[in-house]
Structure formats: C-alpha cells, structure tokens
C-alpha cells in the first residue's frame, strides 16, 4: 500500500491485512459518504479519537480506498502548521 515504515504496538498501520480491529470497513464507509456527496456540496468529516485509537490508520485505509476508486486524495499534517504563511 504505502511506502511508510510503522513499528511499536500502537504504530497506524498501512495494510489491510494488518486490520485486526475492522477499521478498513469504518473507512470503506467513510469512502462512501465522500463518494456519495454531491459536487455542490461542502462536506466535512473528522475522525475524532484518543491517542492510540486508530485515526491515523483509518485515515491511511480511506485514502488507499480513494485512490483505488481514481478519486484525489491530499495527505495533509496540520502539526507541521505554525502559522498562516506556512499554511499558504
């Protein structure tokens, strides 16, 4: 799927096969309400969660899926952000 090495217990994982909480399914649905949205529309989904809990591998999942369906998806790390210009 992804180039990006994980380790450690917690680490988000990258492959489906990897999945042993059902995460790909809750991101196969995500995928859906986006697919299913229309153009006109501004939808806006989070995925909200603990440390640990598995947002970053649902957010990996759903942009694999994405891809597989030809639609964009843009990976975007908001820690990175300091201030407006960096934004920019």
């Known amino acids: 799927m992804g180039t990006q090495k994980t380790t450690g217990y917690d680490a988000a994982q990258n492959e489906r096969d990897h999945d042993d909480l059902d995460r790909w399914r809750f991101a196969g649905d995500i995928v859906e309400v986006i697919i299913g949205t229309p153009p006109d529309w501004s939808a806006r989904i ?29 990976r975007f790390n908001p820690w990175a952000i300091r201030d407006w210009n960096d934004l920019w």
Request: contains cysteine.
């Open 46 to 74: 989070g995925v909200f969660g603990k440390w640990g809990e598995g947002k970053s591998t649902v957010l990996r999942f759903a942009e694999y899926l994405l891809k597989e369906k030809q639609c964009l998806a843009i």
